[in-house]
């Protein structure tokens, strides 16, 4: 692993040559190259792996490491060694990286800042607190599984005075036991397919929906992050409850997160931490994509508040067999992707595969 220096040297030259979020480099996520490609690149203390999530290479490594030790399992995902759906995750780490959302947001600290340590994880950002439940706790929960080798044992690192992060497969198990027996249930779930008699798009299909039961377990207990909002503009939170509220959608259609269907939805992103006075789709520093996406993203939420929470209701009803999620995840595509694709259109075809399931 590089030093901090050089290491902010490569952010920063990265962000400056793109008005939008930089969530790849060579095809790979941001600073892929310099995490850790084995357990023992990190560290162990009393033979135990005491990895550092609070700096931005560590928490990545967990990723890397994590889908080399799954990829053997993901055979029904695809053929790319990119196709397993947790890439989605070191790429979503990405973005908050460069898009300055996992600095302190409290200015107490220069952590995260280009003034600072530009790969230190602020334990005070909420996004970086929310990121942390499907970080640490899958990783924990797949070493607790064996994918890391038999009897490893974990203990993540936490700043001196910062009690409210769970540390070790048994804590987190013990605060936030659906999340982990979630998680759990999916590495068990990769292991078991590997005998399983299902055709290969149905494996896939049933794969996808014990990974994302998972992801949501986690979004649910992330709650307990909730304090750490009050850091950021009513913009920005207004943006950060979209952003969860779109996890609903595709979750219920079984996305596929792979490094190339995750690039095309997380680019869009916007590039750094929202202000006051911005309104999409007219923020004038923020891209055509940008502010379409963030306009459909506040779209969704109006139209599932105007519905008395009912366009959820109705798309996880429209998700009920392989075929309509398929169809599904090509409509959220065009939703986020293609600006001429109509909302009213979206809403009617909605209701309507509702209705016939």
Request: proline share 5%.
């Amino acid at each position: 692993m590089l030093r901090p220096a050089v290491l902010g040297l490569l952010l920063a030259c990265a962000v400056s040559l793109s008005s939008s979020a930089v969530i790849l480099e060579n095809g790979m996520p941001v600073l892929w190259v310099h995490t850790a490609g084995q357990l023992s690149d990190l560290p162990v203390q009393n033979d135990i792996l005491n990895p550092d999530p609070w700096h931005f290479l560590h928490r990545m490594s967990l990723y890397r490491l994590m889908i080399a030790a799954t990829d053997p399992f993901m055979g029904s995902m695809g053929t790319n060694a990119t196709d397993s759906p947790i890439w989605g995750l070191p790429l979503q780490l990405g973005w908050m990286l460069t898009s300055g959302r996992l600095a302190d947001p409290t200015g107490v600290s220069t952590c995260g800042l280009q003034t600072g340590d530009t790969m230190c994880i602020s334990t005070e950002s909420w996004w970086s607190c929310v990121n942390y439940f499907v970080s640490a706790l899958p990783f924990l929960s797949a070493a607790q599984q064996g994918f890391m080798g038999d009897g490893l044992q974990v203990q993540m690192q936490v700043p001196e005075g910062v009690l409210d992060y769970c540390t070790t497969y048994a804590d987190c198990l013990s605060r936030y036991p659906d999340a982990m027996g979630k998680w759990d249930a999916f590495f068990q779930g990769l292991k078991a397919a590997t005998d399983s008699p299902l055709p290969e798009n149905e494996k896939k299909d049933s794969l996808l929906g014990l990974y994302w039961e998972a992801q949501m377990a986690s979004t649910h207990a992330s709650a307990a992050c909730n304090a750490r909002q009050s850091h950021f503009s009513a913009v920005e939170l207004s943006f950060a409850k979209n952003w969860l509220n779109s996890a609903e959608y595709v979750s219920a259609a079984h996305f596929q997160s792979n490094l190339a269907n995750s690039a095309m939805f997380i680019t869009p992103l916007p590039s750094r931490i929202l202000k006051e006075d911005d309104q999409a789709p007219n923020i004038a520093d923020l891209s055509t994509d940008e502010n379409h996406s963030l306009s459909i993203f506040s779209w969704m939420s109006r139209a599932n508040t105007l519905l008395g929470g009912r366009l959820v209701t109705y798309w996880r009803g429209a998700m009920c067999s392989v075929t309509t999620r398929e169809k599904g995840r090509e409509m959220l595509g065009q939703l986020l992707l293609d600006p001429t694709f109509a909302t009213t259109t979206f809403l009617s075809i909605v209701t309507g595969m509702a209705t016939s399931c």
